[in-house]
């Protein structure tokens, strides 16, 4: 974003797009309710949540240094789990399918629901 | 400053992501904005799921369905008509 050709761009009015975490309420009940709002600041960025997660932040929430811009340790970091022969790849690749078709079985019990609730009002069966 | 407001002043935008109709005719929206930093929402096929099985929208429904739509016309539609 920095590069003189992104700069020519931004001149002519070009927006940055910008990367969404979405959903940072956290799932684990034992850790702190603001663990991914804390972990995952960074500018130029959106943090979706829940107004629970929301109302955690305000309350309780620190803000502590950004994200580094260059990933700071995430090689070393990654490698300790690698040593502990966690397929990296192979879990990454489970994650992005199981995430996939979580959304796919929404987006279909949606309109099922949406079907049925026609139904109900319409009396028109299939409606 | 509230660690809400102190994201929002390094740049972060911070988003509600389950909004419902209910929120916006209430008036609520309004202390998420000015107390929370809020500065967009959003939502998801889970949260649509939930707000039309608890007869959010069937007023809406109603209506669509009259004009013969169905399906993801229908949704589309729904999600609109706020």
């Known amino acids: ?33 603001t663990l991914y709002v804390h972990g995952l600041a960074a500018p130029f960025t959106i943090n979706t949540m829940p107004d629970d997660t929301l109302e955690a932040f305000y309350d309780h929430g620190e803000v502590g240094e950004p994200l580094p811009e260059d990933g700071g340790d995430v090689d070393a970091r990654l490698a300790r789990f690698t040593q502990a022969a966690v397929d990296l790849s192979a879990l990454a690749a489970r994650l992005q399918r199981d995430g996939a078709s979580s959304f796919v079985n929404d987006w279909n019990d949606l309109l099922a629901r949406i079907g049925t609730q026609a139904s109900s009002l319409t009396g028109v069966p299939g409606a | 400053m509230k660690a809400t407001e102190v994201l929002h002043q390094r740049g972060q935008s911070l988003w509600l992501d389950n909004v419902t109709s209910g929120l916006l005719d209430d008036g609520a929206i309004q202390k998420f904005i000015d107390s929370y930093s809020v500065t967009g929402l959003t939502s998801n096929p889970s949260i649509f799921d939930k707000a039309i099985g608890s007869g959010g929208y069937d007023d809406a429904i109603r209506a669509e369905a009259a004009k013969g739509l169905s399906g993801e016309k229908l949704f589309f539609a729904l999600a609109g008509s706020w």
């Open chain 1, 1 to 33: 974003m920095n590069s003189d050709r992104f700069q020519r761009l931004e001149n002519q009015g070009a927006r940055t797009q910008r990367l969404l975490w979405a959903s940072t309420k956290t799932k684990d009940p034992e850790a702190s309710d």
